[in-house]
């Protein structure tokens, strides 16, 4: 049972635009969500994290946005740029207990390409 | 500052043998998380140590087991290794329980099981 799905394997931007990524998830139980970046042969890197009682939150040319009721949140990188090239990797969390409390749940991943 | 290093960052196992993986957490760090990454998947939880108990485990079986020292650096043991068990072993350090203290991963080790 995949509680976090990121539905898109690849996404192909130009330079300059927007990067949307998207993630769903299942668990009622999930309250703070993250974004991690990963280079090959490197460990994934945070990007920006956002906590169940704000809808979004920005970070320089990172925002991401949460919609509860959806169950779904996406990350918006603008502009794009090459060097944002990597594997984008949502995950969720419980900060309140239960079985999640301090466990990440991953997505899949999606592949980002940004051209010049 | 250093952050999370993991040794060895390959290795070759045969089929039923065990493997040893060593991580050592970032500088201040308590927490320690280890994940097993499956090719074209994403990182799934084995279990979490907590000032050297585990707090917490994932759908992994007994054969999977773990420790954690006193100066917070940890250790993830496989026995009887299956083929399946070939992924990338990363390991994650924090400053304390909870995902808002954030998590610093390492390189991984890649294990390969023929």
């Known amino acids: 049972d995949q509680q976090v799905k990121q539905n898109s394997p690849s996404l192909s931007v130009q330079e300059g635009r927007i990067s949307i990524l998207n993630c769903d998830y299942t668990n009622s139980m999930f309250d703070y969500f993250l974004w991690y970046k990963k280079y090959p042969a490197e460990g994934p890197t945070f990007l920006i994290s956002i906590s169940s009682i704000k809808d979004k939150n920005e970070d320089g040319r990172f925002t991401v946005f949460l919609n509860k009721s959806a169950k779904h949140l996406s990350l918006h990188i603008v502009p794009s740029q090459p060097g944002d090239s990597a594997v984008y990797f949502c995950?969720?969390?419980?900060?309140?207990?239960?079985?999640?409390?301090?466990?990440?749940?991953f997505g899949q991943g999606t592949i980002l390409t940004v051209h010049p | 500052e250093t952050g999370v290093t993991q040794s060895p960052t390959h290795l070759i196992k045969t089929r039923g043998q065990q493997v040893t993986l060593r991580c050592s957490s970032q500088s201040g760090h308590n927490t320690v998380s280890w994940y097993q990454q499956a090719l074209g998947q994403g990182p799934q939880f084995i279990f979490q140590?907590?000032?050297?108990?585990?707090?917490g485990r994932g759908n992994f079986p007994p054969r999977f087991s773990g420790l954690q020292f006193p100066n917070y650096s940890s250790e993830l043991n496989v026995n009887a290794l299956e083929l399946d068990d070939s992924a990338l072993y990363l390991c994650?350090?924090?400053?304390?329980?909870?995902?808002?203290?954030?998590?610093?991963f390492g390189s991984g080790t890649r294990l390969t099981v023929v």
């Open positions: 994650a350090s924090s400053l304390a329980l909870g995902s808002n203290y954030g998590y610093t």
């Open positions: 995950a969720a969390s419980s900060l309140s207990g239960g079985t999640s409390y301090g466990k990440l749940t």
């Open positions: 140590y907590y000032r050297e108990e585990e707090n």
